[in-house]
């Protein structure tokens, strides 16, 4: 059984008395746009949208909600922007403004740009925004609720993680009314019967930004303040009403984020953890992606490099509880290419020995799932790869005849995508020994006896009137 499959059932037996009655279960994921999303992220993405669409299959009533975090304060800036944005670390993201005209601030400049990615794979996603919940007051509660049980929730960071909070802490930053920097305040007073905060704007509270020094009073509610993201990660739970969500395993550890949040959202707002689909990093090179340390491939560029049924397929192939090794500039690709053909050829019916999992991966990856995929020729990858660099031979008349008969319309268009692809591969990471040359003129070579003799062989074998001339027979 595929891995998404045992993952429902799970599902189904949780939530029996909600799937009884018809009630959509609620399935979240997010992203804090602080720089360009990284394609680990995508990992998280493709399982949550899978998991939609296998429910949909079994007529199961969902919705996958992708919220995009414009909230979280600038806390970091990637090298292109740091001279003209610096002014602006420690503020919410969404008042920083874009660089580029196109995008309504910075943090959409990021946005938009997961939108495009992630759009041609096809998932079930709905995309929403972390500050106008704040702003309609939906946090409101949630927000009193923290302030009020300051003390059990420093008692829960101590017992779960052994790094506690000083007494002095509040679980609330609010938005600084002279600087509007939201990374750098300290609320240091709740007072329950005005339902204000006392708050402080420190320069020195954070290494990444400076505060302005300010001290004042404000009302915390509708947007004028955030709670830190662990407090606030359980309270996203009760506001959107989440049924599942799952996170990498660095969230999941135990002692981590995730089991943060599950108490206090459990002990302090009154909400069951949501249920978890741990998953691995994705690695490149063998190191796990990071944006904010600058390191790893961006979702765009990596899916630039396959088509939408290989970026879902990379995604899914193997369990969410083990790590995905992706090398652009290795074997990775074509290896992937290779394994879609094998895997298309189990669900066909082509391979000796069909297997059933094999058969049901290659359904899961087809952009109009659970729609049957249609049962395509495609000229396999290295294949391809070497007929592009050879400038006497046309595509198609060599695609017509490794397939035995003309190619159809549909035919033609996956392979002409398939050879966008490899081009693709070809001029950014292919390694050289993929790489072919037909040489203008005879190389000169010293050969020994050995070599000779062979090719007076390799020569006679050619020359025998009986030899069709077929590339398959000479092979």
Same mark, same amino acid.
């Given at each position: 059984?595929?891995?998404?499959?045992?993952?429902?059932?799970?599902?189904?037996?949780?939530?029996?008395?909600?799937?009884?009655?018809?009630?959509?279960?609620?399935?979240?994921?997010?992203?804090?746009?602080?720089?360009?999303?990284?394609?680990?992220?995508?990992?998280?993405?493709?399982?949550?949208?899978?998991?939609?669409?296998?429910?949909?299959?079994?007529?199961?009533?969902?919705?996958?909600?992708?919220?995009?975090?414009?909230?979280?304060?600038?806390?970091?800036?990637?090298?292109?922007?740091?001279?003209?944005?610096?002014?602006?670390?420690?503020?919410?993201?969404?008042?920083?403004?874009?660089?580029?005209?196109?995008?309504?601030? =910075?943090?959409?400049?990021?946005?938009?740009?997961?939108?495009?990615?992630?759009?041609?794979?096809?998932?079930?996603?709905?995309? +929403?925004?972390?500050?106008?919940?704040?702003?309609? *007051?939906?946090?409101?509660?949630?927000?009193?609720?923290?302030?009020?049980?300051?003390?059990?929730?420093?008692?829960?960071?101590?017992?779960?993680?052994?790094?506690?909070?000083?007494?002095?802490?509040?679980?609330?930053?609010?938005?600084?009314?002279?600087?509007?920097?939201?990374?750098?305040?300290?609320?240091?007073?709740?007072?329950?019967?005005?339902?204000?905060?006392?708050?402080?704007?420190?320069?020195?509270?954070?290494?990444?930004?400076?505060?302005?020094?300010?001290?004042?009073?404000?009302?915390?509610?509708?947007?004028?303040?955030?709670?830190?993201?662990?407090?606030?990660?359980?309270?996203?739970?009760?506001?959107?009403?989440?049924?599942?969500?799952?996170?990498?395993?660095?969230?999941?550890?135990? *002692?981590?984020?995730?089991?943060?949040?599950?108490?206090?959202?459990?002990?302090?707002?009154?909400?069951?953890?949501?249920?978890?689909?741990?998953?691995?990093?994705?690695?490149?090179?063998?190191?796990?992606?990071?944006?904010?340390?600058?390191?790893?491939?961006?979702?765009?560029?990596?899916?630039?490099?396959?088509?939408? +049924?290989?970026?879902?397929?990379?995604?899914?192939?193997?369990?969410?509880?083990?790590?995905?090794?992706?090398?652009?500039? $290795?074997?990775?690709?074509?290896?992937?290419?290779?394994?879609?053909?094998?895997?298309?050829?189990?669900?066909?019916?082509?391979?000796?020995?069909?297997?059933?999992?094999?058969?049901?991966?290659?359904?899961? +990856?087809?952009?109009?799932?659970?729609?049957?995929?249609?049962?395509?020729?495609?000229?396999?990858?290295?294949?391809?790869?070497?007929?592009?660099?050879?400038?006497?031979?046309?595509?198609?008349?060599?695609?017509?005849?490794?397939?035995?008969?003309?190619?159809?319309?549909?035919?033609?268009?996956?392979?002409?995508?398939?050879?966008? =692809?490899?081009?693709?591969?070809?001029?950014?990471?292919?390694?050289?020994?993929?790489? =072919?040359?037909?040489?203008? $003129? +005879?190389?000169?070579?010293?050969?020994?006896?050995?070599?000779?003799?062979?090719?007076?062989?390799?020569?006679?074998?050619?020359?025998?009137?009986?030899?069709?001339?077929?590339?398959?027979?000479?092979?």
């Amino acid at each position: 059984m595929v891995w998404v499959d045992r993952v429902i059932e799970e599902i189904q037996e949780r939530f029996a008395q909600e799937i009884a009655a018809k009630k959509p279960l609620l399935i979240r994921d997010e992203k804090t746009l602080s720089g360009r999303v990284h394609v680990g992220s995508l990992r998280g993405i493709v399982i949550h949208g899978l998991v939609a669409q296998v429910m949909a299959e079994k007529g199961i009533a969902s919705r996958f909600l992708f919220e995009l975090n414009e909230f979280d304060p600038m806390d970091g800036l990637p090298a292109a922007y740091e001279q003209t944005h610096k002014v602006h670390m420690g503020k919410p993201l969404f008042t920083v403004p874009s660089p580029d005209p196109r995008h309504e601030n =910075y943090p959409m400049v990021f946005g938009d740009e997961l939108k495009s990615t992630v759009a041609p794979m096809r998932l079930p996603i709905e995309w +929403t925004f972390l500050r106008p919940l704040y702003t309609a *007051g939906k946090f409101n509660e949630l927000i009193t609720l923290a302030l009020e049980n300051a003390s059990k929730i420093r008692a829960i960071y101590e017992e779960v993680s052994g790094g506690g909070k000083p007494n002095d802490w509040y679980p609330l930053q609010v938005i600084c009314e002279r600087c509007g920097k939201v990374g750098t305040t300290q609320v240091t007073a709740w007072h329950p019967e005005t339902m204000l905060v006392s708050y402080a704007c420190k320069p020195h509270l954070v290494e990444w930004a400076e505060g302005c020094g300010h001290e004042g009073m404000i009302n915390p509610f509708d947007g004028r303040a955030k709670l830190p993201w662990k407090v606030e990660w359980a309270a996203k739970w009760k506001v959107y009403g989440v049924h599942i969500e799952g996170c990498g395993k660095d969230h999941s550890a135990a *002692g981590g984020s995730r089991s943060i949040a599950a108490r206090i959202s459990e002990e302090i707002f009154g909400y069951p953890n949501p249920f978890d689909i741990p998953y691995e990093f994705l690695n490149i090179g063998g190191k796990k992606m990071s944006s904010s340390k600058g390191r790893g491939a961006a979702a765009k560029d990596i899916a630039d490099l396959l088509p939408a +049924t290989l970026l879902k397929l990379l995604m899914i192939r193997l369990m969410p509880n083990r790590p995905i090794d992706f090398d652009p500039e $290795g074997k990775t690709i074509p290896n992937l290419f290779d394994e879609y053909d094998r895997l298309s050829d189990h669900h066909f019916k082509r391979h000796k020995e069909p297997n059933a999992d094999f058969a049901r991966t290659f359904a899961l +990856t087809q952009l109009d799932f659970p729609h049957p995929p249609e049962d395509l020729w495609q000229m396999r990858f290295t294949t391809l790869s070497f007929v592009l660099q050879m400038p006497h031979l046309d595509l198609l008349e060599e695609a017509t005849k490794l397939k035995g008969s003309p190619l159809s319309s549909k035919e033609q268009k996956v392979l002409e995508e398939r050879a966008h =692809y490899v081009r693709q591969w070809l001029k950014e990471c292919a390694p050289l020994e993929y790489h =072919y040359t037909i040489l203008e $003129g +005879t190389p000169s070579l010293t050969l020994d006896d050995e070599q000779k003799k062979g090719l007076r062989e390799v020569s006679l074998a050619l020359a025998d009137e009986k030899l069709s001339w077929e590339g398959s027979k000479i092979h």
